[in-house]
């Protein structure tokens, strides 16, 4: 409902102000929450039978083939996680690196949310179309999300079983090497 009323020009330069406040504040405010507010296991977060570990989005989106054409945020906020590319291979990494996934799929969800303000001073057609690009601007990265973070759990889970295989392998040998040096 417009309350609002502005000229056209004016109505155009508070739509981009509006969304460049909105998008650095929201960004902002979700780099400074603490990463442990992130788990990977609540249902938000967790792949749903229906996405195929990710595939869906190979699928439909053929993500793969844009993906690394989409900017990363973590550039505009100091001390942000880079999750755009895996420099290391690590347990610890890859497992704030999908604790990090779920913070940039948070924040740009809630990045759609202020959408719903611009009918405050949007004519209704041009209110939606600000709806419109608030999801296509936000789903784009949520779909990134959701397609990378099965592949990361992949790897964790493979870094898990190869770890747990060596630590199991170890104790034997230890044990092997202890009964073999006993007394008796």
């Not at 949007?122 to 397609?147: H, L, T």
């Not at 044990?175 to 008796?184: M, P, T």
């Amino acid at each position: 409902m417009r309350i609002f009323f502005l000229s056209e020009m004016s109505t155009l330069f508070v739509d981009i102000f509006a969304w460049v406040c909105f998008h650095l504040g929201i960004g902002y405010t979700c780099s400074r929450i603490p990463v442990s507010f992130f788990d990977p296991d609540q249902p938000l977060y967790l792949t749903k039978t229906w996405e195929k570990g990710g595939e869906i989005y190979e699928k439909i989106f053929h993500v793969r083939s844009w993906k690394k054409w989409i900017p990363s945020g973590a550039r505009v906020y100091s001390g942000a996680f880079e999750i755009k590319n895996l420099p290391t291979y690590t347990f610890e990494y890859l497992d704030r690196w999908l604790k990090e996934s779920c913070r940039a799929e948070f924040c740009h969800w809630i990045m759609i949310f202020p959408g719903f303000l611009f009918f405050l001073w949007n004519s209704v057609e041009a209110a939606w179309w600000m709806m419109a690009y608030a999801v296509a601007n936000n789903m784009v990265p949520i779909i990134m999300q959701r397609y990378n973070r099965p592949r990361v759990r992949r790897m964790l889970e493979h870094l898990q079983k190869n770890s747990s295989s060596r630590m199991e392998h170890m104790i034997k040998l230890d044990a092997q090497e202890a009964l073999s040096h006993s007394y008796q």
